[in-house]
């Protein structure tokens, strides 16, 4: 699912200078850059397939520095155009940048800046947020990127409201996604701004991927965050959390514990994980629940009580609202995937859990300073070769189209 802010922006309305034109679509390419996230937009707005009723864009692939440009397997690239062909587009794409710790090139973020001022729409995939972020784009604004990245954006540009569990958003004039599939997502969003449904529609077919995808990141793997934070003193409230789960404690008590207020706690915590504390306690506990559903005889109401949920519907209304499932669904789900692997009752252990059941971030606190968890063991009886997580990237869990949602889940 995606965030889409552009009616409550005022600077969507931002005049397109008189030499930009629309049609016209700038990507900004680097050196160092992955090829894959860089042919997405030459891929969806360098090809004419108007045979397919998708009107036609023109795209002008820019070097955003001294060539040639090395990519992925060590391939050379040259770029037709500099940074001056910028100055002609009504939108300008950075796909990616090869490193969140290095800055950008000056000349790259002032031809970003200049773009902007004069109206065009900026767009940054993957890790082309943090190029948007350098040039002072996202500052005030929402943004999101790949959930590996996300805390280091928040905490290198604390200006930003990252939103590490989106795959795209759309505020107006400036636009951000998440990982290499995102892009994709966000390019067809785009397309479907620019021309309605029908077109973004044929688009996905020419693709062949769904058209609009529901969900967001939180629905993949739990990851392991940026070194610097794993040696941050919230690791040790995290690790104290996180042993403590089946206890029924909130946001102030971790804050005590740090030492700190509430409000100091927040904006602490967040400014390390781009991730609300209280969010990611509920987080924790619903993926404690996936755990403990998958390799125990509990009832969900004992389940709920082991999490720390105060009520077995405060724990059915935030699995359902994270995973898509309700708490026994997804369990008869999980055993119809595994036969064999059949409880025999009792509280698990990271002993006796797959190993596949235990998300990296449970395994040490440094890494468990996480956004919302996935879900990745269990699939429908009539799917029993693919995972829920290619479930609902396909859209098979969710055929429906929900609305943009533009604040954050509670």
Not at 90 to 110: E, F, K, Q, Y
Not at 224 to 236: C, K, N, R, W
Not at 376 to 396: I, R
Request: aromatic residues 6%; charged residues 20%; positive net charge.
């Amino acid at each position: 699912m995606s965030q889409d802010s552009a009616a409550a922006s005022p600077e969507a309305t931002r005049k397109l200078a008189g030499r930009r034109r629309r049609e016209v679509v700038a990507v900004l390419l680097f050196s160092g850059g992955p090829i894959f996230e860089s042919s997405i937009p030459l891929s969806v707005f360098g090809i004419d397939r108007q045979d397919a009723g998708v009107p036609r864009y023109r795209l002008l692939v820019c070097a955003g520095e001294e060539g040639p440009l090395r990519t992925t397997g060590g391939l050379e690239l040259t770029a037709p155009y500099g940074l001056e062909a910028i100055n002609r587009a009504g939108t300008v794409v950075v796909p990616a940048w090869r490193s969140i710790t290095s800055p950008p090139p000056a000349a790259a973020l002032d031809a970003l800046r200049r773009a902007h001022e004069e109206g065009a729409r900026i767009v940054g995939l993957c890790t082309g947020a943090f190029v948007l972020a350098a040039a002072g784009l996202l500052d005030g604004r929402p943004a999101t990127t790949h959930w590996m990245y996300a805390p280091t954006l928040a905490k290198r540009y604390p200006s930003v409201h990252v939103d590490p569990r989106e795959l795209f958003v759309d505020d107006g004039d400036v636009l951000t996604s998440a990982g290499t599939a995102a892009g994709i997502d966000l390019c067809l969003h785009i397309v479907r701004t620019d021309h309605g449904s029908d077109a973004a529609g044929a688009l996905a077919r020419r693709l062949v991927v769904p058209p609009r995808r529901s969900g967001g990141q939180e629905r993949y793997l739990d990851r392991s965050l940026p070194e610097e934070i794993g040696s941050d003193p919230l690791a040790e409230v995290v690790s104290w959390a996180l042993e403590h789960l089946h206890e029924q404690f909130d946001v102030e008590t971790l804050a005590a514990r740090a030492y700190m207020s509430r409000r100091t706690f927040d904006r602490r915590f967040r400014s390390l994980t781009g991730s609300a504390p209280l969010q990611w306690l509920i987080t924790q506990r619903v993926l404690q629940a996936q755990r403990l559903l998958e390799t125990s005889d509990y009832s969900v109401d004992e389940v709920a009580g082991r999490c720390g949920f105060r009520s077995p519907v405060a724990l059915r209304g935030h699995f359902r609202r994270q995973l898509g499932s309700s708490p026994a669904s997804y369990r008869a789900a999980y055993r119809a995937r595994r036969p064999q692997a059949e409880p025999s009752g009792g509280p698990p252990t990271l002993e006796t859990v797959p190993s596949q059941a235990v998300p990296q971030s449970r395994r040490t606190a440094a890494s468990a300073l996480v956004g919302p968890a996935a879900i990745t063991h269990a699939a429908p009886p009539d799917h029993p070769g693919k995972s829920v997580s290619e479930m609902y990237a396909t859209g098979y869990m969710r055929p429906s189209l929900p609305g943009q949602r533009s604040g954050p889940v509670g």
